[in-house]
């Protein structure tokens, strides 16, 4: 069964530091998202991305932040200068076309700033 | 906005007794209503979703869930749990773009007892 690959599925990184997560969507998927989750906090959506462009993005989704797809296969989220309270899992999300399609999720990447 | 409301936060049950989560949504139009389920150390894995059309729908793993749009809810059901049911499930509504983003409920915890 196709999945949603990330890695690595854990990075410790110092504060200011930049960092890059990286994902594998499914091959026909057409929108991408990244979504994060702080511990014991929920799911919160970040970006999506469709088309090469960011169609929607949170207000989380600040300056810091930026998404890729370099290539055909890989979706990325890189983070400039990473703060403490960028410490979370990070999930990657993949979805055909169309409204009811369902996202098929990563398994993520935990995040750990020290 | 749109929000989603899971009220319990913990629950414990037997081996072989139903089951019942409890979600609630604020969503100013149609919404697109979905059940995930994560295991520790996994992904997101999608139970089941709503759409439009009959609103008793049926997943995986035995599971159905019920649309409610007058009570705005649409709790996740089982009639017999597994101790394989032990995980944590979010609710969530495709919001924005046709559906495109998912917000999620803060998540119920399951245990289950032998």
């Known amino acids: 069964e196709p999945e949603v690959t990330q890695t690595p599925s854990h990075q410790v990184t110092q504060m200011g530091q930049e960092v890059i997560l990286r994902c594998v969507p499914i091959?026909?998927?057409?929108?991408f998202y990244w979504y994060r989750q702080i511990l014991g906090q929920k799911v919160e959506f970040l970006v999506s991305?469709?088309?090469?462009?960011?169609?929607?993005k949170s207000e989380i989704f600040d300056d810091q932040f930026s998404v890729e797809r370099p290539d055909g296969s890989n979706f990325t989220l890189k983070i400039r200068s990473t703060k403490l309270e960028d410490s979370a899992m990070y999930f990657c999300?993949?979805?055909?076309?169309?409204?009811?399609?369902?996202?098929?999720f990563g398994q993520g990447t935990r995040l750990t700033v020290v | 906005a749109q929000s989603v409301t899971q009220p319990d936060i913990h629950i414990t049950v037997s081996e072989g007794a139903s089951l019942e989560l409890r979600c609630n949504y604020s969503?100013?139009?149609?919404?697109?209503l979905f059940w995930y389920v994560q295991s520790p150390g996994q992904g997101l894995q999608l139970l089941l979703k709503?759409?439009?059309?009959?609103?008793l729908v049926q997943g995986i793993k035995g599971f159905e869930a019920e649309f409610k749009r007058s009570q705005s809810s649409f709790n996740l059901r089982k009639p017999s749990v597994h101790w394989s049911d032990a995980a944590e499930y979010f609710c969530?509504?495709?919001?924005?773009?046709?559906?495109?983003?998912?917000?999620f409920g803060g998540g119920t915890r399951l245990m289950v007892k032998p």
């Open positions: 969503y100013g139009a149609t919404p697109y």
């Open positions: 991305f469709y088309n090469n462009e960011i169609s929607e």
């Open positions: 709503y759409f439009s059309g009959d609103t």
């Open positions: 091959s026909n998927h057409l929108y």
């Open positions: 999300a993949s979805r055909i076309q169309g409204p009811a399609a369902e996202a098929f």
């Open positions: 969530a509504v495709g919001a924005g773009n046709a559906g495109n983003m998912l917000t």
